[in-house]
């Protein structure tokens, strides 16, 4: 018989677990593949969405530097627009007078000198509609009024609106004369310093004040706390003594024209009509009827200065930076502590 000879088994067993090992490698190497893909997908989203940020803020401030340049550009170029040569200069005054409104002593006074310095100017006159604002502001530009007459010698007029009253009126005794409608109000001769007090509120609530001083006066007129009578008094004759400022530079201003009466100074107001009767003021008159009738100048030239693009862009953008300021300072604080 003749043997078998089976032929000798191989050990499989290596190459079992190289298969074994190349099959769970593939889906290692796949997941790990697809990792990397999103994250440089990531990444590069990241990349393209940074870029476009920085475009569009280059974009917007080109814009506003843009906008900036030409606002200040056209307007340096419409003060040296030529105007008539015979011509009345106007400046208007409206709303408020105040710091921090459109009525304020710089912008007037800026007005006002480029109106005296231009020679076709023949006359200023002064389109006033304010119930009034701060004496200060106004006093600086009745100082202005008067040391530009003397210097350009040029007279000045007053038309006013609807009302020239308190600081607006310690604005127009500057000028040569006032022109009203007969149903303006005019006057109103007076200081106030206005104010609450909510301490009888607080004893209902049963809230108390707590409040801490270096300075014995230095919590005066908190309308939590009651006032003394020295500082009551000290406020009246604070209030006092302005008030004499403003009655001298009404009598210097209207001179003989001013019939006095105990009420002049009283804080009244009146129409147009009773302020021509009492010497407050002229006589009445428009802007075309001083400019034609009375500066022999019917053309007339506006020499305002308005908020412009340029600086309401500029308050916007500092009110925008100091919101994002308080934003950013808010979000550190908890890293702070």
């Keep these: 018989m003749q043997e078998e000879h089976t032929p000798p088994a191989h050990d499989a067993g290596p190459a079992t677990n190289a298969s074994a090992t190349s099959a769970q490698d593939k889906p290692s190497h796949w997941e790990r593949d697809t990792l990397e893909r999103l994250v440089m997908a990531q990444i590069t989203e990241q990349r393209v969405a940074r870029r476009w940020r920085i475009g569009f803020r280059l974009f917007w401030m080109v814009l506003v530097l843009g906008v900036i340049w030409f606002s200040f550009h056209h307007g340096k170029n419409a003060a040296n627009t030529a105007h008539p040569s015979s011509h009345t200069a106007l400046i208007e005054i409206k709303g408020e007078i105040d710091a921090d409104a459109n009525a304020n002593a710089e912008w007037i006074i800026d007005s006002m000198r480029q109106a005296f310095e231009d020679e076709g100017a023949q006359a200023v006159v002064l389109l006033i509609n304010s119930p009034g604002g701060s004496p200060v502001q106004a006093g600086m530009i009745n100082d202005e009024i008067k040391r530009l007459k003397a210097l350009h010698q040029k ?143 019917e053309d007339i030239v506006d020499y305002t200065r308005q908020d412009n693009v340029a600086e309401r862009l500029a308050k916007r953008f500092g009110a925008a930076m100091g919101e994002a300021m308080v934003k950013t300072s808010l979000q550190l604080v908890p890293h702070l502590r």
Aim: glycine share 10%.
């Design 155 to 297: 007279p000045v007029y007053v038309v006013v609106e609807e009302t020239c009253a308190s600081a607006a009126y310690y604005i127009a005794v500057a000028s040569d004369k006032i022109f009203v409608d007969k149903a303006s109000i005019v006057g109103s001769i007076g200081v106030l310093m206005d104010g609450f007090g909510f301490t009888g509120l607080m004893d209902k609530v049963g809230v108390e004040r707590r409040l801490m001083t270096a300075g014995e006066n230095k919590g005066f007129l908190d309308p939590f706390s009651h006032p003394t009578k020295a500082q009551k008094a000290h406020a009246q004759n604070l209030l006092d003594q302005i008030h004499q400022q403003f009655i001298a530079v009404v009598r210097e201003g209207r001179g003989d024209r001013l019939k006095e009466t105990p009420e002049t100074f009283s804080g009244l107001f009146w129409s147009g009509q009773q302020a021509i009767e009492l010497g407050l003021a002229d006589g009445y008159g428009t802007l075309d009827t001083v400019a034609r009738d009375v500066v022999k100048a």
